[in-house]
């Protein structure tokens, strides 16, 4: 099971600006370095991640193999309306996780 | 500004910076890092060492072994039961009177509490463990015990710091006694304060232990590093806890 850290207001004004957090566990294999026995580790990377807010996305980034291991994205959004924010990350060798959290909005 | 807050800010900053100093010129490696790096580490949502410490958490709820315990079978919850304890290891076991370090503790406890296997040294799952419970540390200070029986042990830690080795023929006091603060390449050379483990550190991009940390300076001497389980990395763990008796524990750290 994916290890996720996410980070997000569990309340918010209507109108207001909101700063979401996501860390997820993951290697961010290069693909380019060679294991102890020489040959390359096969590469595997996080692609994609995206967010959506009761369904609609807020925010979507495509991942490289420069990214570090771990990843850990920021973003902000405008608190629209009470309901679901919802994270997933998806990548190499079929690698995908979900997790979400609650807001409410007044 | 009342003269209440006033006092108030002055205790804080005081006490503040008494924490960060102690007085005495010893300085963290926390210290030494860009405020960047101090940033992420200081918030928990940002700090890759907390994965690892909510896996180490699940962990120490599973039952695990012939005896099918789980570590909060016996010890429950851990903020309470296991509070400072990181602070003072190494230490010696009560049940084989031999010092260990958590580490070695926790695998005790797999060994003979559990009946399980030892977790392998620098495994995700021990590292997970032990960043669970250097946590509930964060801000103690370092209490190294004062048992007799770890006199000898601290006694060779002590010598081994001061020891030349390698192809550099350095000792660790060159760098971290008469050159703390001073750059090594890109690095600055910290004081060299077992404050924060295990550490995630950047260049790993993976958590990892102190025995880890000192095998990294071992090899930049180009000395050959000991074996996981020899006893000179529990000599100088226990000697670096010494020296850094009263700085406060700030693990999980991140580090470059």
């Known amino acids: 099971m994916a290890n996720v850290l996410v980070n997000a207001p569990k309340t918010a004004k209507k109108g207001q600006v909101v700063e979401i957090k996501a860390l997820i566990m993951h290697v961010m294999e290069t693909g380019f370095r060679p294991g102890t026995n020489g040959r390359i580790i096969p590469r595997n990377i996080i692609e994609d991640f995206s967010a959506t807010w009761n369904g609609r996305e807020i925010f979507r980034m495509k991942m490289s193999p420069a990214i570090a291991a771990n990843p850990f994205v920021s973003f902000s959004a405008v608190a629209s309306e009470s309901g679901i924010i919802a994270f997933r990350w998806s990548g190499d060798e079929g690698f995908v996780a979900a997790h979400q959290v609650d807001i409410t909005v007044t | ?256």
């Not at chain 2, 419970?133 to 801000?139: D, H, K, N, T, V």
């Not at chain 2, 209490?143 to 550099?168: C, H, I, N, T």
């Not at chain 2, 950047?202 to 930049?220: D, F, M, P």
């Open chain 2, 1 to 256: 500004m009342t003269g209440l807050r006033l006092a108030a800010v002055l205790i804080a900053v005081f006490t503040a910076s008494f924490a960060l100093a102690q007085g005495d010129g010893r300085r963290s490696g926390y210290q030494d890092m860009s405020p960047a790096l101090q940033k992420m580490q200081d918030d928990d949502t940002a700090n890759p060492a907390m994965l690892f410490v909510q896996a180490g958490a699940s962990a120490w709820t599973e039952k695990a072994g012939a005896a099918g315990k789980s570590c909060a079978d016996c010890h429950g919850d851990a903020s309470s039961s296991m509070k400072g304890v990181a602070a003072r290891y190494p230490a010696v076991a009560p049940e084989t009177g031999q010092p260990v370090d958590l580490e070695g503790r926790i695998n005790l406890c797999r060994t003979t509490r559990q009946l399980a296997d030892p977790l392998a040294a620098e495994s995700d799952g021990l590292l997970a463990l032990g960043a669970y419970i250097a946590l509930q540390s964060r801000g103690q200070p370092i209490a190294p015990p004062g048992d007799p029986r770890l006199s000898s042990l601290r006694a060779e830690g002590a010598d081994l710091y001061k020891r030349r080795q390698g192809q550099l023929n350095l000792s660790c006091a060159n760098c971290h006694d008469d050159n703390a603060g001073r750059k090594l390449a890109g690095a600055s050379i910290p004081q060299g304060h077992p404050t924060g483990y295990p550490i995630y550190r950047l260049e790993w991009q993976a958590l990892g232990s102190l025995k880890r940390r000192l095998r990294n300076c071992v090899v930049g001497l180009r000395a050959e590093p000991w074996p996981y389980e020899a006893r000179e990395y529990l000599a100088l763990e226990s000697w670096l806890m010494v020296r850094a008796r009263g700085l406060a524990i700030d693990a999980p750290a991140v580090r470059p």
